[in-house]
């Protein structure tokens, strides 16, 4: 019954989170491939403004990877991000009467 439990904690990972990950590395090869070795550092330090927006953009694609999960872990409704998913919470609704 351990192994069950363990694999409790695994990710969903579908089709959008995987292209987010594709458009991120595919990124992050060609600038590498065309600038050479030490880009990164180098754009730093010249441009912190540019670099900065850069890393604010990063997180942003990576939120809708990050947030759901923890989200669910936390008993939070996540049928905004992941409707189709079998472990997405949804909102529970107070009627009056």
């Given at each position: 019954?351990?192994?069950?439990?363990?694999?409790?904690?695994?990710?969903?990972?579908?089709?959008?989170e995987?292209?987010?990950?594709?458009?991120?590395?595919?990124m992050?090869?060609?600038?590498?491939?065309?600038?050479?070795?030490?880009?990164?550092?180098?754009?730093?330090?010249?441009?912190?403004?540019?670099?900065f927006?850069?890393?604010?953009?990063?997180?942003?694609?990576?939120?809708?990877?990050?947030?759901?999960?923890?989200?669910r872990?936390?008993?939070?409704?996540?049928?905004?991000?992941?409707?189709?998913?079998?472990?997405?919470?949804?909102?529970?609704?107070?009627?009056?009467?």
């Amino acid at each position: 019954t351990a192994f069950y439990r363990s694999t409790e904690i695994m990710p969903h990972v579908d089709g959008h989170e995987l292209g987010i990950l594709a458009t991120i590395t595919g990124m992050y090869s060609v600038t590498a491939g065309t600038l050479g070795k030490g880009w990164l550092k180098g754009f730093i330090h010249r441009q912190p403004v540019a670099a900065f927006s850069v890393a604010i953009g990063t997180v942003g694609m990576l939120m809708p990877i990050i947030i759901p999960p923890i989200r669910r872990k936390m008993g939070l409704p996540t049928n905004q991000y992941e409707a189709g998913h079998p472990g997405a919470v949804y909102p529970k609704y107070v009627t009056s009467r």
